[in-house]
């Protein structure tokens, strides 16, 4: 085929064998397309040498071309005010946007503000992922006024039934369960859980299950009086841990529900007296990078920010193009490190 002038999309369509909107859609990077068919119309776009007009394309489709980032504060020792956890996951969603040509803003949020009215209004994205959210039931309304507004987004969170919006998360639950269980393996029998297992916190509490499964199939009872509330934070942790610490509680592990909650209670148990993990083994959840440089290194459960940022990014795109989209939750594998080696 002889190409007169500047190439069009319906050129390229007619030699890769493909409607119009399919070489659209393969050029907006949209997951619907396949793999093999994406690689031919770019293969014959390049050829071409066509240029997608961004410009024209999104007034066509009256979008932006941009997503959205929410960042909500968070309780931190340093200025930041963001979960540390987040941060590894940003880079992933920045490179998922850039492979699929959209454009990323980054803002950060405090949870008092309207946050949910005004990006929804102000139509500077055409969509947003938000990570992080606070206490669950306190931003349940605001997240179902997104809905019911139209407002394309997703989040990282528990993706449990009936949860307003699209959910991305990890299996809070089997990770649970499975740190859980080898603490159990390495001889432990009495093991603290510190971390928020209610309603406001389902991340949390998906992971007190799983703990309260792997103790039941074990023949244990969950001991109400070895469960202190705590949130992301290293200080929380370290007053959760004392709590039980003072009350005369005794533990042989602990369980926190976050990285920075159990290296909280790894301070606490060092100031009382105890060795990690000769006297009290302990393990975490997220994998964030200061659990490997821990005294001693921390067992955790790793959450996979590289894959949770790209499922992200393609069901935002997915919503934004008005594609099906279902809430997913993603696995997780145990990292073992010396803070839960105890003698079995």
Not at 29 to 48: C, D, H, K, Q
Not at 197 to 209: I, L, N
Not at 220 to 231: C, H, K, N, Y
Request: aromatic share 6%; proline share 5%.
């Amino acid at each position: 085929m002889t190409i007169r002038g500047k190439a069009t999309s319906l050129d390229i369509a007619h030699l890769a064998g493909v409607s119009q909107p399919t070489v659209s859609r393969a050029l907006r990077g949209s997951p619907s397309v396949s793999p093999e068919t994406r690689r031919r119309i770019l293969a014959i776009a390049r050829e071409l040498n066509y240029k997608v007009d961004k410009n024209a394309s999104n007034l066509r489709a009256q979008q932006s071309g941009t997503l959205a980032l929410l960042f909500f504060e968070d309780p931190t020792p340093d200025d930041s005010l963001i979960n540390p956890f987040f941060h590894s996951m940003l880079g992933s969603i920045t490179r998922a946007c850039a492979r699929r040509g959209y454009d990323l803003l980054v803002s950060f949020q405090q949870l008092s503000t309207n946050w949910h009215a005004d990006f929804a209004d102000s139509h500077k994205a055409d969509g947003i992922i938000l990570l992080g959210y606070g206490d669950y039931l306190e931003s349940e309304s605001r997240m179902q006024q997104l809905v019911e507004q139209g407002t394309h987004f997703v989040r990282w969170g528990a993706a449990l039934p009936g949860e307003p919006g699209i959910s991305i998360g990890c299996d809070n639950f089997q990770g649970g369960h499975d740190i859980t269980a080898h603490l159990l393996e390495r001889g432990c029998r009495r093991i603290a859980f510190l971390g928020n297992a209610s309603e406001h916190y389902p991340e949390f509490r998906e992971r007190w299950r799983g703990y309260q499964a792997a103790l039941q199939e074990a023949g244990l009872e969950p001991l109400p009086e070895l469960q202190a509330d705590a949130i992301t934070t290293e200080q929380s942790g370290y007053e959760a841990a004392r709590a039980l610490l003072d009350a005369g509680q005794v533990f042989d592990a602990v369980f926190g529900a976050s990285d920075l909650i159990a290296l909280g209670a790894m301070k606490a148990l060092r100031e009382h007296g105890l060795a990690v993990p000769a006297d009290v083994a302990v393990a975490g959840f997220d994998d964030i990078a200061m659990a490997s440089f821990a005294q001693p290194p921390l067992s955790t459960v790793q959450q996979d920010t590289k894959q949770a940022g790209e499922v992200l990014v393609d069901s935002l795109i997915r919503l934004v193009q008005r594609e099906p989209v279902e809430s997913q939750r993603l696995p997780v594998r145990l990292v073992l490190r010396e803070s839960s080696q105890r003698p079995g």
